[in-house]
Nanobody, 117 residues
Framework: VQLQASGGGLVQPGGSLRLSCAASGSILSINAMGWYRQAPGKQRELVALITSGPRYADSVKGRFTISRDNTKNTVYLQMNSLKPEDTAVYYC??????????????WGQGTLVTVSS
């Protein structure tokens, strides 16, 4: 099982980006999917999580939207009104039960988001 994230890049303050993360491999089911981020010199933090419904960090509420397409095993993060403090490496995460294996926690490779003028 692998998670492949994409969509990061350089954007000006106030701009938007959409991150995608697709899970691939022999998957029986996926429970929670989410996005975390880690800024330079800081700990990794939860940005948004989705199970039956979404949950957001206070710092992104009203600006970011998490969604998922279960037919594609993909989670998205729509980021609007971006601020310089959103600059970080964003990691996707998924709680997956692979076929024939135990439930496990999987991470994508990280995608860099830079918000700067």
């Amino acid at each position: 099982v692998q998670l492949q994230a994409s969509g990061g890049g350089l954007v000006q303050p106030g701009g938007s980006l959409r991150l995608s993360c697709a899970a691939s491999g022999s998957i029986l089911s996926i429970n929670a999917m989410g996005w975390y981020r880690q800024a330079p010199g800081k700990q990794r933090e939860l940005v948004a999580l989705i199970t039956s419904g979404p949950r957001y960090a206070d710092s992104v509420k009203g600006r970011f939207t998490i969604s998922r397409d279960n037919t594609k095993n993909t989670v998205y993060l729509q980021m609007n009104s971006l601020k310089p403090e959103d600059t970080a490496v964003y990691y996707c995460n998924a709680d997956i039960i692979p076929r024939g294996f135990r439930r496990n926690d999987y991470w994508g490779q990280g995608t860099l988001v830079t918000v700067s003028s």
